[in-house]
């Protein structure tokens, strides 16, 4: 009897039953409790022995299969076939599916090609597969055939969509403000005297700002750029934009555009009348540019002094006359944004008004829906930003253009990037001789 029957017995336990491998193999021979007789060598008394043969069956097994499926996973990657690169969509519709093409062999498999590479000499043809083929003659083409000369299809501007562009790969200087030309400034100011004192009132506050005259004159008249060009063909107006805040920027801008390019300095610039004074000695009518709350604030901020629809229109009006009060001659206001104070109607009429009061003309970009309170106005076509690439700034010109010659007037803004002020001075000289006049804003606005 064994030691774990006895304790069994001893202590009133049940006798340690036969082992699941010993119960399914028949043929062995057991004793009632299960205990591996001498006639059975692959029975086990003792637990631990069991367990520990047991984990090896098991670890065999599994390393079997995993050498199984290593060996499947390896066999299919290396005799499965290429498999086709994804369909891309085209323009018409389809799918386009591209199959890798077979290498090229080189100079050195020439032996053994059947076919010679492009660009392979005669002297490449050694002796090997490829220098045993005949030479087969080559068919003389026939000769080309008189084709109708087909008519130039005319190229349309699309606002946004860069043009395209022969030097994509060419590596390109970048542009500097020094490089830019510059021109030839008058003999003689061609702007009248400023500022007019006729033109100018004191708030209740103490500050001079823009008025209407006694005699019916208005700043936006007095001190605009007389027009000379041919009153019949279509004008085309161009608001150089966000002039004053650096000084290398504000000279490139008045000594490198035409004197008919309107200037537009930020309200927040420093010495801004001097400034404004030299940009109208150069011949250039100005504008004040102020910042108004659009749909993107607080992340767009209009900047220092700007116009906010949070703001009550009493604070607005306070800000609007110390903006109007920062220099004493210039025609009218350019609106930096302004979507979100045009959708307020209190904020609106009450700017307009004033502006109207004042005899300014207002310039922008984003339409109000206030047009009885409405002062001089002119509404921008065409607006370049300082994140505009040269493709880009080329269609915009293009789009001008057709917008003049359809509606007998276009009004472009452009932030006086090195690039966009390179661009624009070539384009102004040759809208003479497509039939379009260059002008001061001053004189395509709408009253």
Known sequence: MSLDTANAQDYGAEPPRRSLFARLRGKASADAFGTASAEDPFAFADDEARFRRRRRILGVVLILVLAGVGGGVAAYLHFAPPAAEAPEPTEAGGNRVIQPMPPVPGPEALDTALIAPPGAADSDRRAGTLAQQPQQ???????????????????????????????????????????????????????????????????????????????????????????????????????????????????????????????????????????????????????????????????????PGGLLAVLSPAENATRLEQALARAPVYVGVLARGGDAYAASLPHATALMTTLRKAGLAFVSAVPFAQADSYPARAQVDVAIDAASFRERISARLQQAEATAKARGSAVVELEATPLALAQLVPWIGGLKGRGIELAPVSAVVKE
Do not use: C
């Open 137 to 303: 003659p080559q068919p003389q083409p026939a000769p080309p055939q008189p084709q109708p000369a087909a008519k130039p299809v005319p190229s349309i501007a699309v606002p946004g969509a860069p043009s395209p562009r022969l030097d994509r790969n060419t590596a390109s200087k970048p542009i500097r403000y020094a490089d830019l030309p510059r021109t030839q400034a008058p003999a003689q100011p061609p702007l009248p005297a400023a500022p007019i004192a006729e033109l100018q009132r004191r708030t209740p506050g103490g500050l001079a700002i823009p008025a209407v005259g006694p005699d019916g004159r208005r700043p936006w008249q007095a001190y605009g750029r007389p027009f000379a060009g041919d009153a019949k063909a279509p004008r085309i107006a161009v608001v150089v934009s966000g002039l004053g805040l650096s000084q290398e920027a504000t000279a490139a801008a008045i000594e490198a555009t035409p004197p008919a390019v309107t200037l537009a300095f930020d309200v927040a610039a420093q010495q801004l009348p001097d400034r404004m004074a030299a940009a109208r000695r150069a011949g250039h009518e100005t504008l004040l540019e102020l910042g108004l709350q659009s749909e993107s604030f607080p992340a767009v901020d209009p900047g």
